[in-house]
């Protein structure tokens, strides 16, 4: 007889909108779980992670009550996992134990009954993960026949669990089924039956159908939620299920474990599902990757050759997205500071903090672990502002608990692990990373108080998909079409009309201390839009970079037509004062004239461009961010966020020129194409008219303060 797992994942990721949360509560989770919970003949294992199963048990306690009830009858079985849903393979050790140990706790006390097999965030497999899942005590994990594919399987022989070991410590592997994930519930319920039939009468009547994947497609995607219950699919789907009982039996991942030896032995390799290997490519690899794959399965052999086809690793992200990368080495940063905070209080006799207190920072710390901020494609939270805000805001308690007291000394650390030093600076109140290499830039400003990082605005990077936008632009609709719901990957929608008006793309990280060399036309619409021209190397260039003192200054040389421009940043931290000095020296024979020198900041605040948040100059004229400035005779200005309770006043030694602008990408999600507030720039903008040998020199001062 033929099995099914039906495996369901849920997920929210931290920091989301809370209104985000109920609207997939009542359009997916609860009726789904209704739905299933009068089948008394299916079998359900399910997946909730820790971030979303915390807010049910707080506001919906009558689903958690449910569900317990249908864990009791044996018709759930709960699959443990990462409890804030972090990518295993990029976290630390220690970090990954104490991760999955804590959903497995917390499912227990919900439920009465621990797991024995976990979820796999993003199905990110690493050949190193199986000492970590059998050290917290788990037996199996579900991940896709897409990697049993690259190891050189082939369907037919997918029919149920492999073992796998990593020097000696071993796992039961579950392949979920690639061609269920788009059939269910894209597809009328009888397709579903006549694939699976296929499937039993090529395997002999002993194969397990895997599926596994978002609960999310039940009701949130686009389409779906008309589909799945208005039109009655879920109930069809059921009765086709309970209807097949002659050949069909519904089993859970447990099981089909205590019925069923593995099917052999397999070494899987490092990869995740197929759409996300195409997403961590580079731009341009992800496009011609997707056109290669679309010309393949056109093709009457494709499939011979796409199954020796495999797309990027997901710590590409990583090396894809600069902003990415720095959170990730700065969470890893902040998981060494705790753990030797810990172990710093054993070797001493005493602790230092208390236990409660490392539990506390480090469960701000596996909040920043969620995966969702560090990645993009057509699910993932990178480019939402308000998830990378919420990471920030959990590293910066963290340090807050483990790390509260006065200034530190200033020290130089590769923390990127790009083979450069960057510097960092501390008191009690900010932390600031500057990177000599990139620019002599400030790449974070964290205000400690309020726990917001000042510098969180993600650059307008090129994706494969904006070739796409054009075709899309005119073709507004929704997502149903005949016999079923379309596939999010199939489906392209335009939240608005003209978002081809803000394709401009960043070659550069938007960070802070940026200094460019102007020619008098330029202005904020000519760099809004990438017109403008750099007439130095000062932008981008490394900076040779020293502490004299506990100041940091930051130095290099480039040519501006026919001469040379010297120039020396200086940076110092008191209390909650940022003071930065700019010294640019002509030291070559002929002179400098009409140009500008401009001093770029790119700020994005938790309440990004919403009506919490304003720029209000000197003079009492107060803008939202969302807008184009260009303001001339400007001696001092500030920044407010009410909703985060945080202010950044600026106070310039002489008036200036100030261009503002909003930074705005164009990206693809679940959704469709829309556009993004990530933060806004700022240009202090100064004439640069210089004879040889002449100086320019000025100072800024940022003040940090809560409101």
């Known amino acids: 007889m033929t099995r099914f797992i039906f495996c369901i994942h849920i997920h929210q990721p931290v920091g989301n909108f809370p209104s985000v949360m109920e609207e997939a509560y009542e359009k997916s989770y609860r009726p789904f779980l209704e739905a299933l919970s009068r089948r008394r003949r299916i079998r359900l294992s399910m997946h909730i992670t820790g971030y979303l199963l915390d807010w049910l048990a707080a506001n919906r306690p009558e689903y958690i009550a449910l569900l317990r009830s249908m864990v009791e009858d044996g018709r759930v079985e709960m699959l443990g996992g990462g409890y804030y849903e972090p990518v295993l393979a990029v976290i630390p050790g220690r970090d990954r134990l104490g991760q999955i140990a804590m959903l497995s706790r917390r499912i227990e006390e919900l439920f009465g009954r621990r797991p024995r097999g976990m979820w796999l965030a993003e199905r990110v497999w690493d050949p190193a993960l199986p000492g970590c899942i059998r050290g917290a005590g788990l037996e199996y994990v579900v991940v896709d026949d897409y990697h049993f594919r690259k190891s050189g399987l082939r369907g037919e022989e997918l029919g149920g669990c492999y073992i796998t070991e990593d020097v000696g410590e071993a796992v039961k592997v579950f392949p979920g089924n690639e061609r269920l994930r788009y059939l269910i519930p894209f597809e009328p319920a009888g397709r579903f039956e006549e694939y699976v039939r296929g499937l039993e009468e090529g395997s002999g009547g002993r194969y397990t159908a895997i599926f596994a994947d978002d609960g999310e497609k039940f009701g949130v995607w686009p389409g779906t939620q008309r589909w799945v219950f208005d039109e009655g699919w879920l109930e069809s789907f059921l009765d086709t299920v309970e209807g097949a009982s ?292 000062l932008h981008r260039s490394p900076y040779e970079a020293a502490f004299p003192g506990r100041t940091l200054v930051m130095k290099r040389e480039s ?119 990530q933060g806004t720039a700022l240009h202090i903008v100064y004439p640069l008219d210089l004879e040889a040998g002449a100086l320019l020199e000025r100072t800024l001062r940022l003040e940090l303060r809560a409101v």
């Not at 086809?309 to 902040?334: C, I, T």
């Not at 005493?350 to 909040?367: G, K, T, V």
């Not at 003071?579 to 009409?594: C, E, L, W």
Request: proline share 4%; hydrophobic share 40%; charged share 25%.
């Open 559 to 677: 040519a501006v037509g026919e001469t040379t421009l010297s120039v020396e940043k200086s940076v110092s931290l008191e209390g909650a004062v940022v003071t930065m000095g700019i010294r640019a020296v002509n030291t070559g024979a002929a002179p400098i004239d009409g140009l500008l020198l401009t001093v770029e900041f790119n700020v994005c605040l938790p309440g990004c461009a919403g009506p919490a948040v304003s720029l209000r100059l000197g003079d009492g004229a107060v803008r939202g961010l969302g807008v184009t400035g260009d303001d001339r005779e400007v001696s001092s200005f500030e920044l407010v966020d009410t909703y985060a309770g945080v202010a950044a006043s600026f106070a310039l030694d002489a008036a200036a020129g100030l261009w503002s602008f909003p930074v705005e990408t164009v990206s693809l999600s679940e959704g469709g194409f829309e556009r993004i507030y």
């Open 246 to 537: 002659s050949w069909l039996r519904p089993v859970t991942f447990s099981e089909h474990l205590d019925e069923e030896p593995p099917l052999g032995r397999v070494y899987l390799p490092t990869t995740s599902y197929m759409e996300l290997g195409e997403w961590a490519l580079p731009a341009e690899a992800s496009r011609a990757y997707a056109e290669v794959v679309e010309e393949l399965k056109a093709r009457p052999d494709g499939e011979r050759i796409l199954r020796f086809v495999q797309g990027g690793a997901w710590r590409n992200f990583l090396a894809k997205y600069p902003e990415s990368d720095w959170m990730h080495k700065r969470m890893l940063d902040v998981s060494g500071r705790i753990e030797e905070a810990r172990s710093r209080g054993r070797r001493e006799g005493e602790a230092a903090l208390s236990d409660d207190s490392i539990e506390q920072a480090r469960r701000s710390l596996y909040m920043a672990q969620c995966n969702d901020a560090y990645w993009h494609g057509v699910f993932g939270g990178l480019y939402l502002p308000h998830l990378r805000a919420r990471l920030y805001g959990e590293l910066i308690r963290a340090e807050n608990i483990i790390a509260p007291g006065g200034a530190a000394e200033p020290e130089f650390m590769d923390l990127d692990c790009d083979g450069f030093d960057e510097a960092a600076m501390r008191t009690s109140e900010v932390s600031l990373f500057a990177d000599p290499d990139d620019g002599g830039t400030l790449a974070e400003i964290d205000f400690r108080p309020a726990a917001v990082n000042l510098c969180n605005t993600l650059s307008r990077w090129y994706e494969g998909y904006h070739s796409r936008l054009e075709r899309a632009a005119g073709g507004r609709g929704g997502g149903e079409h005949g016999g079923g719901a379309r596939s999010i990957h199939d489906v392209v929608l335009v939240k608005e009309e003209g978002l081809e008006r803000y394709l401009n793309f960043d070659d550069l990280r938007r960070t802070c201390l940026r200094l460019h060399v102007y020619g008098r036309g330029e202005g904020p619409e000519s760099l809004r839009s990438c017109g403008q021209t750099e007439l130095s190397d």
